[in-house]
């Protein structure tokens, strides 16, 4: 039995970014806290707790203020306020936003300053979306679908449509067409001589959208798919799913205490595969405890 890591797996470069600002940080100051889990695997925040690194919410910025504390921003960024909030407090930011996020906060600041209903694709309540949110006084359409955004969009508004990151393109250019007739046929119809301008920025991340036909194909090369991933991630659901989906064959854990003998009877290629939050060092772990106990139970 072959036991391969997907060569494509692994922290994406705005997660590896992140970790390494983290950890040299640590190496500089005890006083090191983050806003919120650093990414979403408890095997890395365990690694990056041992090293000293301390897991805080905005509400304890009063309590740590007086320590010289240094608060790290993890690549998903944060709202205007927390930098606010920090800096009357007198705590310094470590910024470890992902430059991706940065740049999407910027092009929304930049239509919202215009006068753009702003409207993006996204989850209301993630990280990312909220720190967006932020950067226009929380006064953006946050839309799941077209239906929603058939339901929330005021077509007569000149408007412009953002993704957040790490969502799945088709739905994106769905919700976009959409928009698009819906507006067309306003101005159409209209009585009135409507001129409505619209705009679509796909911002979604490269390192996202380019994974899932990388995925299906290392699904279908492999007869099991041990799929290692943070339960809270919500990349590592979808990725998942596209490997189910390929390969019924696909097991998801979070640790090697969860592999069970009977996935790998009668299989002679088992494949490792992994969210962007899932180190590299925790696969070749899964990888060597597989080689080591199951393979002698394979064929
Ligand atoms: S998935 Fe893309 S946007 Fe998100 S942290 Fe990684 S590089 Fe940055």
């Known amino acids: 039995m072959s036991v391969v890591i997907d060569k494509f797996s692994g922290f994406c470069w705005g997660v590896v970014r992140t ?110 979306v909220l720190g967006v949110r932020g950067v226009c006084n929380d006064e953006c359409i946050v839309v799941k679908s077209s239906e929603e955004a058939m339901r929330y969009v005021d077509l007569t508004k000149k408007s412009v449509l953002f993704s957040q990151t790490t969502m799945d393109r088709p739905t994106f250019l769905q919700i976009r067409d959409t928009l698009k007739s819906q507006i067309a046929e306003l101005i159409v119809d209209s009585m009135e001589n409507i001129a409505v301008e619209f705009h679509a920025k796909d911002t979604i991340c490269g390192q996202v959208s380019g994974r899932e036909s990388q995925l299906q194909k ?12 943070g339960r809270a991630s919500s990349n590592g659901k979808v990725l998942y799913d596209v490997c189910k989906n390929v390969n019924p064959r696909t097991y998801f854990i979070e640790d090697t205490n969860e592999l069970v003998d009977e996935w790998f009877r009668e299989a002679s290629t088992v494949g490792i595969t992994g969210a962007t939050s899932t180190p590299q060092w925790h696969m070749n772990h899964v990888q060597q405890i597989i080689q080591t106990t199951y393979m002698v139970k394979g064929t």
């Not at 290392?218 to 991933?229: K, R």
Request: charged share 25%; aromatic share 8%.
């Open 19 to 128: 970790v390494q600002i983290a950890e040299e940080s640590l190496a500089e100051n005890a006083n090191v806290y983050v806003l919120g889990h650093i990414i979403h695997n408890p095997m890395e925040i365990q690694r990056l707790e041992k090293k000293g690194l301390k897991t805080i919410s905005i509400d304890d910025f009063e309590s740590i203020a007086h320590i010289g504390a240094k608060v790290l921003v993890r690549a998903h960024g944060e709202p205007p306020e927390t930098y606010r909030k920090a800096f009357s407090l007198g705590i310094e930011i470590i910024d470890a936003t992902c430059p991706v996020v940065t740049k999407l906060q910027e092009r929304v600041r930049k239509f919202y300053d215009q006068g753009y209903q702003v409207i993006v694709f996204g989850k209301k309540d993630h990280a990312e």
């Open 218 to 229: 290392f699904a279908e090369q492999n007869d099991v798919i041990i799929f290692v991933a």
